[in-house]
């Protein structure tokens, strides 16, 4: 050990030696510390580079090289070498060269003024003694306290944060892994003379914090990493339910049992597939469509409509009655379908049936009415997200951190459906008397040129909220709609569009094309930085739905709550 020690403290002698007080030895002594400081930092800059590879996965193998890494480089190579520079200059002191040369010997009992070198840094107190049974006066053992407490505390806080930085986008808890065997470091050398151990905290400070630096430049693992080391067997997000097979389908058709509904359509992990019309193979989804075109339902009396609700390009949404069933719906009627329009809905309205979550509107029945081809949907009492925050200020990170994860879990159990929504934005949104949120308007957008530029100049979707590859014209794409719902949460803490607002619609969809950078983000919420991951003008480069639903939720249960609770409460609106 003495004589890996020695060869270190004559390197460190040779880099950095200045010929002041307290003395050349003592300030090599210093630089022995900043080079066994490199030791951490490596290790830092080791499990940053590790979970490039293995993202959040923290068991079996990844979890024993994070701690064997945590034990060797943090713990036993820093005290292996800072105990040998004790060995060295106690040994010195006592006569013996310890493996140093001649003229290195000779400079070690020269007096800068606090002594000989050698019985400076190899004679003295250790450090249990100098902090238990000081000998010299209050303003001696003062220094003491910084020197061996202080800065050993300032180091624990560099690594500390070099492990927070080192473990980004996962959980905190295998930090410990790096900052428990510093701290056991610490206390194993107390052994070591005091005047050595502060010299070597000297040059172990700076060095552990700019080592921030490096496992900061390393950067953290790629969402896609974590979503696929997250991803377990037919995993799910935590609110949606598991799809059901409708029970009425083989009571209508018994004699002939429905073939198995397809698998579920994936998408990959980075989210930046693109997403086509929904396939065909969609039409053959069973679900509650028992009235088709057609059917001798066509311009039947059966819906009472109540009060129109919206109109838009696509058609108009009505409050309805269903006077066979005595329910409240909603009927969204297209006019003037073609049957490619025709075709669409009947796909998109047997995927959303099959469809089953809390917060996705529901689709009951696809009808003809007089005026139009109309989808009968779950009709929702509340007001639009986007009314509640004009009317009543923004929400506080607890309700919009709710929003945010209601709304991603019901986004990604679409999306593992094939659906795409491509027009989530505030007033799709509605919030139920409960302060219960509902994403509402599957489909109203969808037109076939899918978000893009049509021949009259106008664009399907809103261009305040529209992500910046569609307003340039690429195919929408699960990314697309989680900067979207981001751009909507983004909305609900400050009360203006993250690009902020345009004179025009076309100034608007010009900087989105232009992927302009969001100017109006919250400034104080916590959820600052994963908004800004998922308005990344790269789709690639932005969070998955359920990533976002991880991490919100996360913080949701160390704050104390769940993404359960109400976003905010309202008085049912009078009739």
Not at 167 to 172: A, H, I, M, V, Y
């Amino acid at each position: 050990m003495e004589s890996i020690a020695s060869a270190l403290l004559s390197f460190a002698y040779q880099l950095f030696q200045p010929g002041f007080w307290p003395g050349d030895w003592a300030w090599a002594t210093s630089m022995a510390g900043a080079l066994i400081g490199l030791f951490p930092v490596g290790t830092a800059v080791a499990v940053a580079l590790m979970r490039k590879f293995t993202g959040n996965r923290y068991h079996g193998g990844a979890l024993a090289a994070l701690a064997v890494l945590g034990v060797v480089g943090v713990l036993l190579i820093p005290w292996f070498l800072a105990t040998g520079v004790a060995s060295v200059f106690r040994a010195n002191f006592r006569g013996d060269s310890a493996g140093l040369s001649g003229a290195e010997v000779a400079a070690l009992q020269q007096d800068y003024g606090v002594g000989p070198q050698d019985e400076y840094l190899g004679g003295g107190q250790n450090v249990y003694e100098t902090l238990f049974y000081p000998s010299d006066g209050v303003f001696s053992y003062g220094l003491d306290l910084i020197g061996l407490v202080g800065l050993p505390v300032l180091i624990l806080l560099a690594v500390m944060l070099m492990g927070r930085i080192a473990l980004r986008r996962g959980p905190k808890w295998p930090g410990r892994l790096l900052w428990v065997p510093f701290v056991v470091f610490v206390f194993v050398c107390a052994g070591v003379e005091a005047n050595t151990a502060v010299h070597l905290w000297l040059g172990f400070l700076p060095v552990t914090v700019l080592g921030v630096i490096p496992v900061a430049i390393v950067g953290p693992p790629s969402w896609s990493t974590i979503e696929n080391s997250d991803r377990r067997p037919d995993s799910t997000p935590a609110k949606q339910e598991p799809p059901q097979q409708p029970v009425h389908v083989q009571t209508r058709e018994p004699e002939t049992p429905p073939p198995p509904p397809p698998p579920a359509k994936q998408y990959a992990p980075t989210s930046v597939a693109p997403a086509p019309e929904p396939p065909a193979e969609l039409a053959a989804v069973p679900g509650p469509v028992p009235t088709p075109p057609g059917s001798s339902q066509q311009g039947s009396n059966r819906f009472r409509r109540v009060r129109r609700l919206g109109h838009g390009g696509f058609g108009t949404v009505w409050q309805a009655v269903d006077t066979q069933l005595g329910r409240t719906v909603a009927l969204k009627i297209a006019h003037a379908p073609d049957t490619d329009t025709e075709e669409r809905m009947q796909r998109e309205a047997r995927a959303l049936a099959a469809l089953s979550h809390p917060n996705c509107v529901r689709v009951y029945d696809l009808v003809e009415e007089p005026d139009g081809l109309a989808l009968v949907m779950e009709y929702l009492e509340g007001q639009p997200l986007a009314e509640i925050v004009d009317n009543g200020g923004p929400l506080d990170d607890v309700a919009a951190g709710r929003l945010w994860a209601t709304m991603a879990s019901a986004l990604a159990a679409a999306h593992s459906k094939g659906v795409l929504h491509r027009d989530i934005k505030p007033s799709n949104i509605i919030v139920d008397p409960q302060g219960v949120a509902h994403l509402i308007d599957f489909g109203i957008a969808r037109s076939r040129g899918d978000s893009k530029l049509t021949a009259t100049g106008m664009m399907v979707g809103t261009p305040d909220y529209v992500a910046p590859e569609a307003a340039a014209g690429a195919p929408a794409s699960p990314a697309s709609d989680a900067w979207q719902l981001a751009a909507t949460v983004s909305y609900a803490l400050t009360g203006q569009p993250p690009r902020g607002t345009r004179e025009t619609p076309m100034a608007a969809l010009m900087a989105a094309a232009r992927a302009e950078a969001p100017t109006h983000l919250p400034r104080q919420s916590v959820h600052g930085r994963l908004l800004a991951a998922s308005l990344d003008p790269q789709p690639r480069n932005r969070p998955t739905l359920n990533v976002v639903y991880r991490e919100v939720e996360g913080w949701l249960s160390r704050a104390g709550t769940s993404p359960d609770g109400p976003v905010t409460k309202l008085v049912p609106r009078q009739q």
